[in-house]
């Protein structure tokens, strides 16, 4: 193990060279900026809405869906591959709890797709050996063990630490995704010293209120303004200091200058960014529906892959409501996509000195 703060570099032989994915995805982005070419080339799949957690705000699992079964997956991997999908995200609910995620992870991996888990690393102690040709693990890590067993339940911060240790010991890339909220806050500190102990990277995810994504009791876990901006600021000075932060200062500073966190979307583009779920990346949910972007699964979807296909499920999508948002994942994927030089440089860089699993 890696006793530094930049991971040991993942098994070659669990992945393409080096930036070909962020090349291909590049190229795509370009692609639809100057003729208007739809292609999903980001997707996130909702493998199931169970979980064996119950954290403080998350509503996912109280949705439950008919999941999609392992045959209907293998034949949308394909079918994305075809439509050149190069990144993939496996999350839930608790991906971990199918039994078919390693199955499902290799057939990603064939394509060349570059595959992101999300996980509370609970089971990844007896499941890291059919993970291995996975790219990166995000482990959902809130602080210690009073604040993140607070959040999440009693004695998960034992199973989660000890799964990302086996993540580690194994060879694979992993970073923690802290939610940042009323409880958290203050935690970031000793979250980032976790990480640089163990060989990780961190990012933060804004608690949300509202959508599919939060709970009724949702509006309990957010912070207020001045604590967020706060914890980004201190999150952006360890970013320029080399500490590592793995969100872009370009993210960081756009979070930052969000006027009202409580409004975590807005119909108008903010920090001239233009939103491209729906564009070039897409959500497929547990029974198939397909959505623009995880912030949006409403339960209304206009298309399903099972009754529609993915392509015309797709199609449906079109532009969103609306073009800026608080969502981290969703912020730094637009940055990318957009092609804005700075954040495309940084991950490029990323990539190249983890061996392309950045």
């Known amino acids: 193990m890696n006793d530094g703060g930049n991971p040991a570099p993942a098994p070659a032989s669990r992945r393409g060279p080096p930036g070909l994915a962020l090349l291909k995805s590049a190229l795509g982005a370009a692609r639809f900026r100057l003729t208007g070419h739809r292609a999903p080339l980001a997707v996130t799949l909702v493998v199931t809405r169970r979980c064996d957690s119950s954290c403080a705000g998350c509503g996912l699992p109280l949705a439950t869906r008919p999941e999609l079964e392992t045959r209907e997956l293998l034949d949308l991997l394909d079918r994305l591959a075809a439509l050149g999908t190069t990144r993939l995200r496996f999350t839930g609910g608790e991906p971990l709890l199918r039994e078919d995620l390693g199955a499902l992870v290799d ?71 802290t939610v940042l909220g009323r409880h958290t806050v203050d935690e970031l500190p000793w979250v980032l010293e976790f990480a640089e102990q163990h060989g990780l990277d961190m990012v933060v995810q804004l608690a949300q209120a509202d959508g599919a994504v939060a709970s009724r009791g949702a509006k309990r876990q957010i912070a207020p303004d001045e604590q967020v901006r706060r914890a980004l600021r201190w999150l952006l000075e360890a970013r320029i200091a080399g500490q590592p932060v793995g969100l872009s200062e370009k993210t960081l500073r756009y979070l930052l200058s969000w006027e009202d966190y409580a409004v975590p979307a807005r119909a108008t583009p903010h920090e001239d960014l233009h939103c491209m779920a729906g564009q070039v990346s897409c959500v497929v949910d547990a029974d198939g529906a397909v ?18 296909g993915f392509d015309a499920a797709f199609a449906a999508l079109g532009e969103t409501g609306c073009q800026a948002c608080t969502d981290t994942a969703c912020t730094e994927a637009n940055f990318l996509y957009n092609l804005n030089t ?10 190249l000195r983890l061996g392309g699993a950045a």
């Open 107 to 177: 057939r990603a991996a064939q394509h060349g797709m570059r595959t992101v888990l999300e996980t509370n690393g609970h089971s990844l102690p007896a499941r890291v050996t059919e993970l291995r040709r996975l790219d990166r693990i995000m482990v959902g890590l809130h602080g210690r063990e009073a604040v993140h067993d607070r959040i999440t339940e009693p004695g998960a911060f034992g199973r989660v630490t000890a799964g990302i240790l086996a993540a580690r010991e194994a060879g694979l890339q992993v970073g923690t995704i």
């Open 342 to 351: 700075p954040v495309v440089l940084e991950v490029a860089r990323a990539r």
């Open 291 to 308: 959505y623009a972007c995880l912030p949006r699964m409403d339960g209304h979807a206009i298309g399903n892959l099972r009754t529609d």
